[in-house]
C-alpha cells in the first residue's frame, strides 16, 4: 500500500519525500541494516514514530537496555530534518540564561542550563561509544549584525562566565570577528569554544547502525496514520497493517499533524534552506568551524572538512518554497560573502522543522502510554538525540532531567486549527522585516 499523504502534508508543506539530496547525502556512507525488519506485525514494548534523532537516539537506549522497539519512518531513513540540517551545535537553549531566570528563577535556569551541557556530554559519548566518525569539532562564532545585538550577546557571555562558570567564550571585536570567519560584516561577535558543528548526516546513521546492531526494527516508508489508546497499550495503524505497542513515543516533531492534536497545538513545521559551494582554495574561516548571526531570520554556516562553504539563510512559513533553492539563499549568502557572490554552487535544499511559540521543546508525557519530545526550534542537533534519550529513560524508569523539562513553558500557538498558520506566519513575517532595518 502506498503511504497516504495527510491534509497537513497537501496543505502546509511539500512531501518531504520528494526534497532534494542535500550534500550530506553524498559525503556519507550508506546505511548498511541488517536483514529487513519483521512483519509490522509484532507487539512491541515500544514503538516510536519518526527516524530523526529524537526517535533513533530513543531506539538506541531502548534497544540497548533490552526493550523490544521499533521505528517507523514515513520516508527514506536520512531525509528529515536530522539528515539535512546546518550541523551547528549550538550552547543552550533558544533563549539567554537572564530570559529563564526572568521566567523560571535562578535555580531552574540552573538546571536548564546544565541539561544543555549534559547534551554535550550525551554527544561526545556517542560518538566514542559507537565509533561514529561525524567531522565534529568545536569552534562556534555568534556573529552580531547590529550594535545593539552586540552589546547583549558580549553582556550575555559575560553573564554565563560569571553566574554559570562557563570557560568557553570569548568576546570578538569587528576586527577579530572578521579575522574568525572571513567576512567583515559583523559588528564583533562571541566565539564559544563548547560548540561547534558536526556532519548530521553521519551523526544520524551512526546512531541508527548502532540502534539497528542492538536490536531496534526499523520500518522505512511506514507512515503512522491513526492512533488508538487500550487499556493494554496502543494500536498504531500503518500504511503496512497495525503495530500494538506498550508505549508510544512521538518523534515527528512538527509532522504529526492529523496524528495527534496536543502536539499538532503546540508545534508547528517551517521550512529552512541551504546551499553547498564547491571547494573553497583559500582559507576563508581561519577562526571558526561555523557560526550563526543575531538576526531573527538567522543566517547560519559551517565549513566543511573538505573545505566547502554550506550556508543556510531564508526560511519559509507557507507551503510555497522557492522554486529555485539555490539563487533564494545565495542572495543571503552575497550579504555575508559578498566574495562568493558568484560562486559554484553545488548542491541546494529545504528542511522542514518544528518550531513552538517560545521556542522551548515541547517534552511531555502526554498520556499513560504516550510521550513526546519535539520543537527544537533551530536547536535539535545538539538536544534531539539527548532528549529522545530522556524519553527512553522515563520509560525504563531511569533517572533523567524528565521532571524539569517537562515544566518548560511552551503553550498552544494562538488561533486555534484553522487560523495558527496565518497567524504565524504574519508574526514572523513581521519579525523578519525588522532585521531589515538598522
Ligand atoms: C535546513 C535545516 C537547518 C537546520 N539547522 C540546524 C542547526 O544548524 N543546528 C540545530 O541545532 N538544529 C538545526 N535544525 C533543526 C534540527 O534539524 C531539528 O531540530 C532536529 O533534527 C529535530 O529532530 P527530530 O528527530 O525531532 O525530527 P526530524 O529529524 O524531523 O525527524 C522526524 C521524523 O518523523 C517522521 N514522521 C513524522 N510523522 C510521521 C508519521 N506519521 N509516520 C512516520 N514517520 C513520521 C518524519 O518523516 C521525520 O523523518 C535545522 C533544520 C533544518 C530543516
Not at 63 to 78: F, N, R, T, W
Not at 123 to 143: C, M, Q, S, Y
Not at 150 to 158: F, H, I, N, P
Not at 292 to 317: A, C, S
Amino acid at each position: 500500500m502506498k503511504p497516504v499523504t495527510t491534509d497537513f502534508q497537501k496543505s502546509h508543506v511539500p512531501n518531504a519525500a520528494n526534497l532534494n539530496n542535500a550534500w550530506y547525502h553524498v559525503s556519507c556512507q550508506k546505511l548498511n541494516l541488517r536483514e529487513k525488519a519483521p512483519s509490522v506485525n509484532a507487539a512491541y514494548d515500544a514503538l516510536i514514530i519518526g527516524a530523526g534523532f529524537t526517535g533513533v537516539s530513543a531506539a538506541l537506549k531502548l534497544a540497548k537496555s533490552g526493550a523490544s522497539v521499533a521505528i517507523i519512518e514515513q520516508h527514506a531513513l536520512g531525509n528529515c530534518a536530522s539528515g539535512r540540517n546546518g550541523g551547528l551545535v549550538c550552547s543552550g537553549f533558544r533563549h539567554d540564561q537572564k530570559w529563564f531566570e526572568d521566567k523560571i528563577g535562578a535555580l531552574a535556569a540552573q538546571d536548564v542550563w546544565q541539561v544543555a551541557e549534559a547534551a554535550k556530554a550525551h554527544l561526545r559519548a556517542n560518538l566514542h561509544e559507537h565509533k561514529i566518525e561525524a567531522d565534529f569539532e568545536t569552534g562556534l562564532v555568534f556573529a552580531a549584525h547590529s550594535k545593539s545585538t552586540l552589546d547583549w550577546a558580549q553582556k550575555d557571555a559575560e553573564h554565563l562566565t560569571k553566574q554559570y562558570g562557563y570557560k568557553a567564550l570569548t568576546n570578538l571585536d569587528n576586527a577579530e570577528c572578521a579575522n574568525a570567519l572571513g567576512t567583515d560584516v559583523y559588528w564583533g561577535g562571541v566565539r564559544d569554544d563548547g560548540a561547534g558543528r558536526i556532519h548530521p548526516l553521519k551523526y544520524l546513521f551512526g546512531l541508527l547502525q548502532a540502534a539497528d546492531n542492538a536490536g531496534a526494527h526499523i520500518f522505512e516508508k511506514c507512515q503512522a496514520q491513526k492512533i488508538v489508546e487500550t487499556s493494554t497499550g496502543i494500536e498504531i495503524t500503518t500504511n503496512m497493517g497495525v503495530i500494538k505497542a506498550k508505549k508510544l513515543l512521538l518523534c515527528g516533531d512538527g509532522q504529526l499533524e492529523g496524528i495527534n492534536s496536543q502536539v499538532e497545538a503546540k508545534v508547528m513545521p517551517i521550512g529552512s534552506f541551504m546551499i553547498a559551494t564547491k571547494p573553497i582554495e583559500d582559507e576563508f574561516m581561519r577562526g571558526a568551524v561555523g557560526a550563526m548571526d543575531t538576526k531573527f531570520v538567522v543566517n547560519y554556516f559551517q565549513r566543511t572538512r573538505d573545505n566547502r562553504l554550506l550556508f543556510g539563510g531564508g526560511e519559509k512559513y507557507t507551503p510555497h518554497w522557492p522554486k529555485d533553492i539555490a539563487s533564494f539563499v545565495r542572495k543571503n549568502l552575497a550579504k555575508i560573502y559578498p566574495q562568493f557572490a558568484d560562486i559554484e554552487i553545488t548542491h541546494a535544499w529545504g528542511g522542514i522543522l518544528g518550531i513552538t511559540p517560545t521556542r522551548l521543546p515541547f517534552v511531555r508525557q502526554i498520556s499513560n502510554n504516550i510521550l513526546v519530545s519535539a520543537g527544537y526550534s533551530g536547536q535539535g542537533v545538539l538536544l534531539a538525540p539527548f532528549f529522545g534519550d530522556i524519553l527512553a529513560k522515563v520509560i525504563l524508569s531511569e533517572k533523567s532531567p524528565f521532571a524539569m523539562i517537562d515544566k518548560l513553558p511552551v503553550p498552544d500557538f494562538p488561533g486555534g486549527k484553522f487560523m495558527r498558520f496565518p497567524l504565524l506566519t504574519a508574526a514572523l513575517s513581521y519579525y523578519s522585516i525588522l532585521d531589515k532595518l538598522p
